[in-house]
Every structure is written in C-alpha cells, then in structure tokens.
Antibody, heavy 121, light 108 residues
C-alpha cells in the first residue's frame, strides 16, 4: 500500500524559512515522479512543484518560483520542499503526491493527508 | 497557464440519480492529459479517472470520464451516499499543472 506522510509544518513569521518532508513507503520510490500541491478553502487545490524520478528535472508554479526548492533523497525514500521568504499567501495545507510514472507529465495517483503551514505575524 | 473551469460550482441530487460534472480548459489539452479526483470531507483527494477516460484501480464502474480537446465530463451513473464530495479536474500535460476550482456534489 502506498503511504505518503508529510511533516515539518509549523506557524512561522513572514520572511521565514521552513522545510517540509514527505516519507514515502509501499512502492519503489525511485521509479516515480513526485509533487507538492497545496490547498486552501479559498483557492482549492493549487499545484506547487514537481520533480522527476531522479531529480534531474523540476518544475514550479510561478507563485513560488525562486523561493521554493523541491528535492528528493533516494536513500530515505523522501521528498522535500524547502520554502524561503514565506508570505501570508503561502498559508495552506501542503500535500505530497505521487505521479503515475517516472516523469511528472503524468497524473497524480496517490496523495498524502497533508501538513499545515501557517504564515502570520 | 491552462485555466480549468468546472461547472456547476455545486450540484444537489438525491441518491440513485445521475450526476454530470463539466471541466473546460482554456486551451486544448495534449493527449487528453486530464484527471478527476474526489475529495471527501476531512480526507485526502483520491484519483478517480486519468487520461480523460481511464478509471483508476479500484474505482467503481459507475464513474466514467469522457471528452477531448478542451471539454471534459465526469459522469456518476447512480449516486451512492459515499459519492457526495468535492470533485476536481486536473491537467498534467502542460507546466504549470493546474486544477479546476471544484464541484461540490451535495445530498438532496
């Protein structure tokens, strides 16, 4: 069974940094692209970033480009999201997701439960 | 950026009825790279349909997807109590990937 468990969420001040982690299990982590998606009651689901199977290709939403960095670590079957220069509008539930193939131009086929990030002064 | 517009925003139906949900893209999607996800209250989303019309593993056959180009439809043939949820379309063929704003399917 595919399991994706996020951690690292917190309440932080504007301008702060935070690193989210996603521990993956139940599948061959190296065979799949991965993504981060965030959710708010106002905007619904918003795609944030994606990374292919070996980390050689990454993509970002315009709203986070230059501030967020996606990465993965094969030895730990883990996905990360380094978030810098956080803004109030980054407040959301952040969900880790598995794509259906090694490249990120594939459908998300599994989701984590999400972790809450709150940016507030 | 491809904008996905879902309609209606909310739909109220009784169990046993047929539900038809629409997703329109601002431009044609390559290779019908469109998915539908269901989200029940307090739960993570769940993949229902990918490639516009292919049911994901374990999804009941009352769920079907259709469409191509820029117009797509999710049909639930006979609503069960567990189907009342929010449904999102998602295009993954072009970066940035985008989601529709969701259709809330409510129990009447």
């Amino acid at each position: 069974e595919v399991q994706l468990v996020e951690s690292g969420g917190s309440v932080v001040r504007p301008g702060a940094s935070l690193r989210l982690s996603c521990a993956a299990s139940g599948f061959d982590f190296d065979g799949y692209a991965m993504s981060w998606v965030r959710q708010t009651p106002e905007k619904g689901l918003e795609w944030v970033s994606a990374i292919n199977w070996n980390g050689g290709s990454r993509a970002y939403a315009e709203s986070v480009k230059g501030r967020f960095t996606i990465s993965r670590e094969s030895a730990k079957s883990s996905l990360y999201l380094q978030m810098n220069s956080l803004r109030a509008e980054d407040t959301a539930l952040y969900l880790c997701a598995r794509q259906g193939s090694s490249g990120y131009y594939s459908s998300i086929d599994s989701w984590g439960q999400g972790i809450l990030v709150t940016v507030s002064s | 950026e491809i904008v996905l517009t879902q309609s209606p925003g909310a739909l109220s139906l009784p169990p046993g009825e047929r539900a038809t949900l629409s997703c329109r893209a601002s431009q044609s999607l390559s290779s019908s790279q469109l998915a539908w996800h269901q989200q029940r209250p307090g739960q993570a989303p769940r993949l229902l349909i990918y490639g516009a019309s292919i049911r994901a593993s374990g999804i009941p056959d009352r769920f079907s997807g259709s469409g191509s180009g820029a117009d797509f439809t999710l049909t639930i043939s006979r609503l069960e109590p567990e189907d009342f949820a929010v449904y999102y379309c998602h295009q993954y063929g072009s970066s940035p990937h985008t989601f529709g704003q969701g259709t809330k399917l409510e129990l009447k």
